[in-house]
């Protein structure tokens, strides 16, 4: 007697898989093999001559949906991003079978370097693409400390 027919679906393993994923999506550890949600939203950091640039794609998303703020060497983003389903159209939830992309509040924190200067900050958002520009400050150079007799 075959354990597994060809013409039925394997549903107790899609389900197990999706309730695995559903006990581990907030715990923050990394295990070799287990799918971890990715930080969101990705982003890619520059260091060019005069600025340091940063990207990060936002599909879906509105400038208005967005917040940046810095303060002690630490860059914020804060968004809120809608589901692509409206309310009237709700998808249950034991209705999905896989879930990565996100949605609804979200908050990344980002370091970056001291020698940044904070009066030419500027970002834009087009098409998708958030561009975070942070200028460089000019590089000082060594002073001389006099040194006196302790007399």
């Not at 898989?17 to 923050?28: C, F, K, N, P, S």
């Not at 002690?72 to 209705?95: C, D, M, Q, Y």
């Not at 609804?104 to 970002?123: F, K, V």
Request: charged share 30%.
């Amino acid at each position: 007697m075959p354990i597994f027919r060809w013409d039925q679906s394997w549903n107790p393993l899609r389900d197990l898989e999706r309730e695995v994923d559903r006990l581990i999506q907030g715990v923050e550890f990394s295990v070799q093999g287990i799918r971890m949600p990715r930080q969101y939203p990705a982003v890619n950091i520059f260091e060019l001559e005069h600025e340091f640039l940063i990207t990060a794609e936002l599909p879906g998303m509105q400038v208005e949906d967005l917040e940046l703020t810095i303060a002690n060497s630490v860059l914020t983003l804060k968004g809120h991003r809608n589901s692509p389903v409206s309310e009237n159209e709700a998808i249950p939830e034991e209705r999905f079978r896989r879930r990565e992309r996100t949605f609804g509040e979200w908050q990344r924190s980002i370091s970056i370097p001291d020698r940044i200067s904070d009066e030419h900050l500027s970002a834009e958002f087009n098409d998708g693409v958030l561009k975070i520009h942070l200028p460089k400050l000019e590089e000082e150079s060594p002073r001389q400390i006099p040194v006196s007799s302790g007399e």
